[in-house]
């Protein structure tokens, strides 16, 4: 069975959850670059979900 794809806002959900946890600052140095490693990987996925939602957009507006 495939994996459930985590929706945009679990996405967003995530991302604070590593911004908490670096601004904390109690993880050790490899836990913190792991930590930001995942955060660029998940911000990446939802700067792609948005382009391609603004696409959709764009192009149902243009639509007559």
Known sequence: MAAKKSSFEEKLNRLQEIANALEKGELSLEEMLKAFEEGIKVY?????ILESTEAKIQMLMTEE
């Open 44 to 48: 990446r996925e939802c700067n792609t």
